[in-house]
DNA sequence: CCCGGACATTGATGTCTGTCAACATAGATA
DNA sequence: TATCTATGTTGACAGACATCAATGTCCGGG
């Protein structure tokens, strides 16, 4: 398990290139931020952050999230886990609950990425 | 899946709501678009993407960039296609070459959606 | 100390997707 | 027309993924 390919933030990755339309991504690069779309080319998912940036704080706990979707308990969990190991959501367990929070900068990260044409 | 859906060019699908983290989207957002998002989340979409953009005039013939990869001309062909079939690449035939340019405007509607930075 | 609720993990399953080899098509040229 | 080259299409297959039911874990209250 070599930790130093893995453990890589979202702003190491996505915050490493310049704009997709200024200058070719490397392979590594390449590989390295794919995983990042990935993570919100779902449906699910996209509406997961955008719920959980919807909420005081921009905070949310699973309960709440589960309940806006017509879909299982532990599927919802994955997706969460999802967003949360590719760094776009935080996680704090606090008493029985936990809340997931949007990290902003790796979706300003991101989308200065795809769209930077003029940043 | 209805046909109606799917004629939903990407600026009416990531142009058609506000940024992510500014209201939540509906189900039928996120459903139109995740496969933009789909498209652009993985690694040989995304470095064609940004080898075309490089090219002079935004342009590229397929043959170059199959040159740019160690895949087959039908694995490249095939992801190109994706690409078209979202939106995300334009394509126009000159001669026998085929050209594929990015669709500024389609990425900074994506970029726009995912960071909410320029509304 | 046990029970119930909140959330995660596991195992199974059906579907999607990236890839290639083989074949098809279209345009230029002799 | 015959042929070569550039590109797209088809069929097949292995690996990835979304989903659920069942089970596990952690924690607070009785």
């Avoid at 190491?12 to 690069?29: H, N, V």
């Avoid at 794919?34 to 952050?49: G, H, Q, T, Y």
């Avoid at 776009?88 to 044409?117: H, M, N, P």
């Amino acid at each position: 398990m070599s930790k130093s390919s893995l453990t890589l933030s979202p702003l190491q990755t996505a915050a490493c290139c310049s704009p997709l339309q200024r200058e070719p991504l490397s392979i590594e690069q390449a590989e390295q931020v794919a995983p990042l779309l990935k993570a919100m080319a779902d449906p699910v998912r996209l509406r997961l952050v955008s719920l959980v940036a919807s909420y005081a704080g921009g905070e949310a706990c699973v309960c709440e999230l589960t309940n806006a979707f017509d879909l299982s308990q532990p599927t919802i969990s994955h997706h969460l886990k999802v967003l949360h190991e590719t760094g776009l959501l935080d996680r704090s367990k606090r008493g029985v609950w936990v809340y997931y929070k949007v990290r902003t900068e790796a979706l300003d990260s991101l989308a200065a990425l795809i769209g930077g044409a003029s940043a």
